[in-house]
């Protein structure tokens, strides 16, 4: 990763990153977007534009800007309807809360929000806990030292997670099977966001019927549940009972199954990803920073002495919360956000012709200078309770903020923290290859061909 440098302050006309004819920057953005965003703001500072074929995007890498569109002008800068994950989206996830905006967005949230209340899900850390453990059993049956993939374990183990707080069961064969949908679709949207011609969805490309060949089964599965839970008078109290049972304040009406599905989809998709991808980067950083990990496991060692951590533990594990939430400034699972003013609007003190695009480069907020001291090191402790206050709010957004907050953040930091906490106790986590571990972005920037490490019991 390139070293901080002074940020160059804003000029009176936007500047261009400079590209090749017709194509712009879509040749780079293509190949590496993040890097390309980064390059890009490093020489031309906060706000800059880039071209994608036809496509003029702005690049917002300052947090003020950021708050400018995602919060003050939340709504003027909107969700696309028609690229960069509007509607791409839709096909996978359905109309719900994560691809709506709008009043059509405001009544799915209304909807949703206490679903996610912190206290509804404090509950849930039973069923974490125990998908955790059956991670650890597995890694037990492994010859000790054999390479893994750990990318594949941390979903493994988050696909299992939403299993058991969605559906109060282990369904860990289907996962298999609901796995690859998530993962496919994320790649299938990647892919179009990139492209300089967006073909009809009609249009039966290989990729197109594959990805239709998974939605079936997704659908399969997800309407099946659905249905037998309306035809049972059993209560678990579960993600999707909650869901079942949500009731819109003014109308007092429910969620129809076209709705609980699109919105079990889209926690599927949202909520299993992201924090396998945060798990994974953050043991990266553990491996190139011995110190913290020495920290972190005399925490966990000290906290639990041994035995298995509840939701009860993780207000006493501060330092394993922070490693995570330091990895997720460093390595953000989602780097990028789009937004579209369909109406001129002003954009850091300049006029925009409406429907133009804006870009907040989360990645690079998060690695900006002005913002965060010695911003290319790991250090946990900028995250402890004393140093949190000082912190700038705006520039730390692996959850975005304003009305589009993540709603699924306590779940994630949940599980995350209790997930981290168990894997360092028992064992000691080592990457494979000291060669340069790249990104890839799919929606989500993972490690580029997933992460090879070996585990040791401690």
Not at 5 to 18: D, G, Q, S, V, Y
Not at 139 to 148: D, H, L, S, T
Not at 381 to 395: D, H, M, Q, T, Y
Request: net charge positive; proline share 8%; charged share 20%.
């Amino acid at each position: 990763m390139t070293q901080s440098a002074t940020i160059p302050a804003p000029k009176t006309r936007i500047p261009r990153l400079h590209g090749v004819p017709i194509l712009g920057n879509l040749p780079a953005f293509g190949k590496d977007p993040v890097g390309t965003l980064e390059r890009g703001w490093r020489q031309l500072g906060d706000l800059f534009v880039m071209q994608i074929g036809p496509r003029q995007l702005h690049i917002v890498s300052n947090p003020d800007t950021a708050h400018a569109v995602l919060v003050d002008g939340w709504r003027t800068f909107t969700r696309p309807k028609e690229v960069l994950g509007g509607t791409l989206l839709t096909p996978l996830l359905g109309h719900s809360v994560l691809t709506t905006d709008g009043e059509s967005w405001l009544s799915k949230r209304r909807l949703m929000q206490p679903v996610f209340h912190r206290q509804r899900i404090q509950h849930m850390g039973d069923q974490m806990a125990a998908a955790g453990v059956a991670m650890l059993k597995r890694w037990e049956a492994q010859p000790a030292g054999a390479p893994v993939n750990f990318s594949a374990e941390m979903k493994l183990v988050t696909l299992d997670i939403i299993n058991r707080t969605m559906f109060s069961t282990n369904v860990l064969p289907d996962a298999d099977q609901l796995g690859p949908v998530v993962d496919e679709g994320l790649h299938f949207v990647s892919k179009m966001t990139r492209s300089l011609i967006n073909l009809p969805p009609s249009w039966p490309t290989p990729a197109r019927i594959r990805f239709k060949k998974l939605r079936a089964t997704l659908d399969a599965y997800l309407y099946g549940v659905i249905s037998e839970r309306r035809a049972s008078s059993r209560k678990r109290g579960d993600l999707l009972d909650m869901l079942l049972d949500a009731r819109d304040e003014d109308t007092g009406l429910g969620m129809s199954d076209e709705q609980v599905r699109n919105e079990v989809a889209t926690i599927y998709g949202a909520g299993h990803e992201t924090t396998a991808i945060a798990l994974t980067w953050a043991w990266l950083a553990l491996n190139q920073n011995p110190g913290a990990l020495r920290a972190l496991r005399a925490e966990v060692d000290g906290v639990l002495a041994g035995r298995t951590p509840t939701m009860a533990d993780l207000p006493a594990l501060p330092y394993t919360l922070q490693v995570l939430e330091e990895s997720m400034r460093l390595f953000p699972p989602v780097p990028i956000t789009a937004r579209m003013a369909y109406e001129p609007a002003m954009l850091g003190g300049h006029a925009l012709p409406a429907r133009s695009l804006v870009l907040v480069a989360i990645n690079n907020i998060h690695h900006h200078p002005s913002y965060w001291e010695d911003a290319e090191t790991f250090r946990p402790e900028r995250f402890a309770p004393g140093n949190k206050a000082s912190l700038n709010k705006e520039a730390y957004l692996p959850f975005l903020t304003g009305p589009h907050l993540c709603i699924g953040n306590s779940f994630a930091l949940m599980e995350g923290q209790l997930l981290l906490a168990m894997m360092a106790q028992r064992y000691d986590v080592r990457v494979v290859s000291d060669r340069q571990i790249a990104r890839e972005l799919a929606i989500t920037m993972r490690p580029k061909g997933g992460l090879r490490v070996t585990l040791h019991p401690r």
